[in-house]
């Protein structure tokens, strides 16, 4: 890929670790995945959920960039936190939307996201 690509890359993953805003923030990683899965089609932006790994009654659903053909993958990037529940069978569902935030275990630098998907150009 062109250094172009690179270049609004850093500028777009930056901008949303750099200044996050959290009126925007789940629309803004919403059009940043769809962007990325747009440009870099040899990899994908994909949400994964973590059903009450960090708290109880909370559901995350995690931005993750993943390599199809490695299998490896950078992330998370960022998370959408919702609640959820049990019903009485015992089927978990998830409840209202509440925040889109970076992760506490630490932001994936610019430059690694960067490097990542330079590894994996096809």
Same mark, same amino acid.
């Given at each position: 890929? !062109?250094?172009?690509?690179? %270049?609004?890359?850093? #500028?777009? *993953? ?17 059009? @940043?995945?769809?962007? @990325? ?8 932006? @994909?949400?994964?959920? &973590? ?5 109880? /009654? ?6 993750? !960039? ?7 993958? !950078?992330?998370?990037?960022?998370? %959408?936190?919702?609640?959820? #529940?049990?019903?009485?069978?015992? !089927?978990?569902?998830?409840? &209202? *939307? ?7 275990? /630490? $932001?994936?630098? $610019? &430059?690694?996201? $960067?490097? @990542?998907?330079?590894? #994996?150009?096809?």
């Amino acid at each position: 890929m !062109v250094g172009i690509i690179w %270049d609004e890359l850093a #500028h777009r *993953y930056g901008n949303l670790i750099l200044e996050p805003s959290p009126e925007t923030a789940y629309a803004d990683w919403e059009a @940043f995945r769809a962007w @990325f899965n747009v440009t870099f089609c040899y990899l994908d932006c @994909f949400l994964e959920d &973590a059903w009450n790994e960090h708290a109880e /009654g909370e559901t995350r659903l995690e931005y993750y !960039v993943r390599s199809p053909k490695s299998k490896q993958e !950078v992330g998370p990037l960022a998370y %959408d936190s919702y609640s959820n #529940h049990c019903d009485a069978k015992g !089927v978990w569902h998830l409840g &209202a *939307y509440g925040y889109s935030r970076l992760p506490e275990e /630490g $932001v994936i630098e $610019v &430059a690694s996201l $960067v490097a @990542f998907c330079k590894q #994996h150009d096809i």
